[in-house]
């Protein structure tokens, strides 16, 4: 079970913690969403989980006792210390390795490479949720499937349809890559503090045709998402000749007129724009 709201303000005081709001310290005191979370990932009776903030620890303990190892980032020095302490005999026995570090700089913790079949599990702090995903594909090692919670508006906007002002570059890389199977809406009073936002909890499962932009080619669509009004033609043109052949090339064979504009190209066209480039810049 996890903590109920005293538990918690009293576990802070005696830590003599305070959430802090910029590190997105809303902590769970919901069972159900913690018992939801393992539910929904499945996981294999001993697998390897990669947790991006622990916290309290109340996921984290969550997940020792269905027999994963877990890899686990904090970069809270102080919420890391209270989990070295309550977790010794986990930390001992190497099933849990914790990192003091920023997830968005340290995507899988710990997580040997060695380690191919892996979850990632984890309440998310929601100001780092987008720069941490974009940094997990930079690893270029997925994991099968990701049990997130989430702000519901980001998980709005990476699953937004083309055409509509939520669609994004990260809307293309993750559906390329991810499919959203499940999703749940959450109470703000399953956390402590309440937060000012609602979220969601999701299920996202790596496609059997996933498709990996290369961290080149994330970076001339991000740009050419910044002015996603504009037509693709006329952005084309400030590319070096060799990148704006590809794109001309890509909008003929999609039947795409030069006047198209990046916010109404489907995510599965921008896929192939990622495969005529790859290997080319
Ligand atoms: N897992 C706990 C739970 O469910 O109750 C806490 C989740 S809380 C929403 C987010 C956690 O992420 C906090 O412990 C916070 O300190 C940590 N955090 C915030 N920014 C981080 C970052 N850049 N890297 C690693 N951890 C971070």
């Known amino acids: 079970m996890p903590l109920s709201p005293s538990e918690t303000t009293s576990l802070l005081e005696r830590l003599g913690h305070l959430p802090k709001k910029k590190l997105g310290q809303n902590f769970l005191i919901d069972g159900n969403i913690v018992e ?15 947790e991006i903030g622990p916290g309290l620890g109340t996921l984290t303990r969550k997940l020792l006792d269905a027999g994963q190892t877990v890899y686990a980032v904090e970069i809270d020095h102080r919420l890391a210390e209270n989990i070295e302490k309550t977790e010794t005999k ?25 380690i191919a079949n892996y979850a990632i599990v984890a309440n998310l702090p929601y100001a780092i949720s987008s720069a941490w995903l974009e940094s997990v594909l930079n690893t270029q090692r997925l994991p099968q499937r990701m049990v997130l919670m989430m702000q519901k508006e980001a998980v709005e906007r990476i699953w937004a349809k083309p055409g509509t002002k939520e669609y994004h570059a990260l809307s293309i890389f993750i559906s390329n890559t991810y499919q959203l199977t499940e999703k749940h809406a959450v109470s703000r009073k399953c956390f402590y503090p309440a937060p000012a936002v609602d979220s969601m909890l999701i299920r996202i499962d790596l496609k059997e045709d996933a498709f990996l932009f290369s961290s080149s080619t ?14 693709l033609g006329s952005l084309a043109r400030k ?41 080319t810049h």
């Open 36 to 50: 939801k979370s393992l539910q929904l990932a499945d996981l294999p009776a001993s697998g390897d989980v990669v």
């Open 218 to 231: 994330r970076a001339l669509i991000r740009k050419i998402f910044t002015q996603r009004r504009k037509q």
């Open 239 to 279: 590319e070096a000749p060799e990148i704006k052949e590809i794109i001309q090339q890509w909008l003929d064979e999609g039947e795409h007129p030069s006047s198209s504009r990046p916010e109404q190209i489907p995510s599965s066209d921008w896929k192939r724009l990622g495969i005529l480039l790859a290997g």
């Open 90 to 114: 986990a930390i001992q026995q190497g099933k849990l390795i914790l990192s003091r570090a920023d997830a968005v700089k340290m995507p899988l913790g710990s997580l040997p490479d060695s």
